[in-house]
């Protein structure tokens, strides 16, 4: 996207470790981050939704790779011309896991035959605008997208 | 205190949760909810209109506790008052059709009771 006079690109970066104390800091990293660029609270919701899933993707089943080196986490809040974007990358350094198109299991007609999990992937891409993966330099970097019309902080 | 109870008679029990159900938040309650999910042939409202925050994990512990009461012969049935955010996850999952969700007290209970 090419950025005029008018528009606004703010961005944020952390390292976390891929631990379950750790998507505490990520979130509240990501809100206030959020927050601070006017990102209306039902994005930043519907972001750290897709976060935590990410990330508890990575943590529960992530290889020694993916729980032993750190977590890299980017976002950038961009408006153009009112059309406003949050994106977060969620870098991991686990063996090749595409979540943007890996199957959904089948839902389950009644709670008999529910089985818990399965639900990360279908909140995932349920909550986010855009979603894609790339595998770059050994590491898994899932990008998540949020839209609304608006503006981003000066 | 994230969770607690209140038996309003002897079929009927409420279990209100607070909090972020992220990955910390229900490993923080996952006992105290599974243990006071696993009552016989009792019926449970689950209160979640105090809840800021549900995950998948959280949604997870839900849908065991609930299986569990039902393997009891109990029924469990979710009451999310004007909690917005928590309906709309439990919606775009699904959970609404396995599990019923009420957004009106009365109407949760008497479900419940049914």
């Known amino acids: 996207m090419q950025l005029g006079a008018h528009d606004m690109l703010n961005t944020a970066a952390l390292d976390i470790r891929a631990a379950v104390s750790d998507v505490r800091v990520a979130s509240e990293w990501m809100a206030g981050f959020a927050a601070a660029q006017n990102v209306p609270p039902e994005q930043i919701n519907r972001l750290d939704l897709c976060l935590n899933e990410a990330l508890a993707n990575v943590i529960s089943y992530g290889n020694e790779a993916a729980l032993t080196q750190p977590v890299l986490l980017r976002m950038h809040v961009r408006c153009e011309h009112g059309a406003c974007e949050a994106a977060v990358t969620v870098s991991d350094a686990g063996m090749a896991f595409d979540m943007a198109h890996a199957p959904i299991a089948e839902r389950p007609h009644s709670l008999a035959e529910a089985e818990p999990g399965g639900l990360g992937l279908l909140m995932i891409r349920s909550f986010s605008d855009a979603l894609t993966y790339q595998r770059s330099n050994s590491r898994n970097e899932l990008t998540f997208c949020v839209r609304w019309n608006g503006q981003a902080a000066a | ?114």
């Open chain 2, 1 to 114: 205190m994230p969770i607690e109870f209140e038996d309003t008679s002897d079929t009927l029990r409420t279990i209100r949760i607070a909090g972020r159900l992220d990955l910390v938040g229900t490993d923080e309650i996952a006992t105290k909810f599974a243990a006071l999910s696993t009552v016989h042939d009792r019926r449970v409202v689950v209160d979640l209109t105090g809840v800021s925050f549900l995950a998948s994990i959280g949604i997870r512990s839900i849908i065991t506790n609930a299986k569990a009461l039902q393997q009891r012969g109990g029924r469990m049935v979710l009451f999310v008052g004007s909690n917005e955010s928590v309906a709309k996850t439990l919606e775009t999952t699904g959970i609404d059709s396995l599990i019923p969700l009420f957004s009106d007290q009365a109407a949760a209970v008497a479900a419940a009771s049914a």
